[in-house]
């Protein structure tokens, strides 16, 4: 018994996965990939005399131990620190709050606070800051007489002009503006929750408390990884409000200075200090390495336990 074999036949190419993904493909690397490695490769050399020399990991050092660099880069990053977890222990839970109220069916008007909260997060980060500035200004600002007329005049102080209060300060004019991301974030979650599994919580004799507690937050914690995720990746890369409030010296004496503000002004320079696009690029890529380990660290020790929960 004789069995022919039948060559398999070849598949077409699949040219119209070049046609659809080519254009968004070439687009991100021109504009995010080559950008990245060039900065990682411009952050191993040194320039002088207008010539360029490969140095390796000696702009890393510099930054972290030579006494010229390395106070104002842990004053940045300590100060990044701080900012992020302002929001985390501010921004997050309210936005969750307000998320929480916003989806429940016995509110009314729940359409208009809802864009009223979300607005603010569709202004240009710039008029945000000039706005706050002239509010909170001593001279100008309504804020001290608004004070006064609600009995709490006494607690009114230069808070964008003092040290211990700018970046605390900042940070609240940070929450104030995006705190309608998270809670859309999680607002969008809560409504795709069933209903069954809500009803049949309420006929096993849940109060709201309850229902929210056992039911609704496991759902949502997803969400709310990712809601951290993307604060942790934004405050970061934090730049433009304390550019547009305090300039790129982010006073009083650096202390509201980010690691945004102290990259502008290590690689364009500013005032007295002479720019260096080298160790600029060092400063972007320990920001780019800082924001990568964080990423990580957080899906390794936290999304894995939440997977583990649901499943």
Same mark, same amino acid.
């Given at each position: ?36 490695? #060039? ?6 050399? +040194?320039? %002088? ?13 510099? &930054?972290?131990? #030579? ?66 500035? &002239?509010? &909170? ?57 069933? #209903? ?75 005032? &007295? ?33 939440? +997977?583990?929960? %649901?499943?």
């Amino acid at each position: 018994m004789s069995s022919s074999i039948q060559p398999e036949e070849k598949k077409p190419f699949p040219w119209h996965l070049i046609v659809f993904l080519g254009p968004g493909l070439l687009i991100y690397v021109t504009f995010s990939v080559y950008p990245l490695l #060039d900065t990682l490769i411009l952050s191993l050399y +040194q320039e %002088q005399l207008g010539e360029s020399y490969f140095v390796g990991l000696e702009n890393f050092v510099t &930054l972290v131990t #030579d006494e010229n660099w390395s106070s104002a880069f842990w004053n940045a990053l300590s100060n990044n620190f701080q900012f992020f977890a302002f929001h985390m222990l501010l921004q997050n839970p309210i936005g969750l709050i307000l998320a929480v109220l916003l989806s429940s069916p016995k509110l009314r008007l729940a359409g208009t606070y809802r864009t009223l909260i979300f607005m603010p997060t569709m202004l240009s980060v710039v008029i945000v800051g000039f706005v706050w500035q &002239l509010i &909170l200004s001593p001279i100008w600002g309504i804020s001290e007489e608004f004070l006064y007329s609600v009995g709490l005049g006494q607690f009114f102080d230069a808070w964008l002009g003092k040290e211990g209060s700018a970046l605390v300060t900042l940070s609240f004019i940070s929450v104030w503006q995006f705190v309608g991301i998270p809670m859309m974030l999680i607002y969008a979650t809560l409504l795709n929750i069933p #209903d069954d599994i809500i009803d049949a919580s309420t006929v096993d004799g849940a109060n709201a408390f309850q229902t929210f507690w056992y039911i609704k937050l496991p759902l949502i914690l997803p969400t709310i990884a990712m809601v951290s995720i993307l604060t942790f990746v934004a405050n970061f890369n934090a730049f433009e409000l304390i550019y547009a409030v305090k300039g790129a010296l982010a006073g009083p004496n650096f202390s509201t200075d980010l690691l945004g503000t102290f990259f502008y002004r290590t690689f364009f320079g500013f005032q &007295l200090q002479q720019g260096s696009s080298t160790m600029g690029a060092a400063v972007a890529t320990l920001m780019f390495l800082i924001i990568l380990v964080g990423v990580m660290l957080f899906l390794f020790f936290v999304q894995r336990r939440i +997977q583990r929960f %649901q499943f």
